[in-house]
């Protein structure tokens, strides 16, 4: 028997999925997705229950966002007894838009995006298991990471005009990335259609955040003044990752 293997390099690889340009500075964010992902599909494989879903997140302040099929695996989980369970698993979301805190102008519109985030959650569950049904509450942690980041100048100066005071501005600003991490708790309802696949409906709330420090500058003025340039530094600017998740997906019991 002859076996024949076909090698694709993983920036390659990421770049077709993703439709991005995969640089040299692209390969810290290449080593967290694999990590990631491998640590997950590891733990699927010793799981006793695995699920696949679609998985939508609504931040605060941010625009509606969707998982990238088929990345996104969840409910992967381990019962310790009948009531309690340990469960993991990830997303790969294209955010749409997500907003930044911790500056010194507010903004109801997102700041951040489009990019791409991977979720990782890992959580406590109680289960209350019926014969075709189980409701379940859940919580714990989670880490996220945003990469492909573009800032939103069109939301950003409209916030710096409001702030200011001004008729026009145009910044021009820099960031560094960095992962985050936050907590989260919601509830999950399947419903059996057989003895070892169920349908889930689930919906958690999340809170959290990552460092996303911002420099650079920003000018503008009002039309019958003059014009100024300010020095902007936010070492305190923050992602804000806070918001609803919703899911639908299947469900497998294992051993």
């Known amino acids: 028997m002859i076996f024949i293997y076909l090698v694709i390099p993983l920036d390659e690889l990421l770049s077709s999925l993703l439709l991005i340009e995969i640089t040299p500075f692209h390969i810290y964010y290449e080593k967290i997705i694999v ?8 733990a699927a494989a010793l799981a006793q229950n695995v699920g696949l879903s679609f998985s939508y997140f609504l931040p605060r302040n941010g625009y509606f966002s969707t998982p990238i ?9 381990v019962d310790l ?27 109801k519109d997102p700041l951040l995006g489009p990019n ?4 990782v959650p890992v959580e406590l569950v109680i289960q209350f298991k019926g014969k075709q049904t189980e409701f379940d509450i859940k919580g714990g942690g989670f880490f996220f990471y945003g990469f492909d980041q573009k800032l939103d100048y069109g939301n950003i100066d409209r ?12 910044s021009d600003l820099t960031f560094k990335n960095n992962p985050g991490f936050g907590y989260h708790f919601g509830a999950e309802l399947t419903i059996y259609v057989t003895k070892q696949v169920g349908i889930s409906l689930e919906c958690n709330y999340l809170v959290g955040s990552a460092k996303f420090p911002l420099s650079g500058s920003y000018s503008g003025g009002t039309i019958s003044g003059s014009n100024q340039t300010i020095v902007a530094d936010f070492p305190d600017s923050k992602v804000d990752f806070t918001g609803l998740e919703f899911s639908i997906g299947l469900i497998f019991l294992g051993r």
């Open 35 to 42: 990590t990631a992902f491998f640590t997950i599909f590891s």
């Open 69 to 77: 099929s088929p990345f996104s695996l969840r409910g992967v989980g």
């Open 116 to 119: 791409f985030t991977v979720f």
């Open 159 to 170: 916030a710096i005009r409001g702030y200011e005071g001004w008729d026009v501005a145009n």
């Open 81 to 107: 007894n009948r009531f309690l369970a340990i469960e993991t698993g990830g997303s790969l979301y294209r955010m749409s838009g997500m907003n930044v805190i911790g500056l010194p102008f507010e903004s």
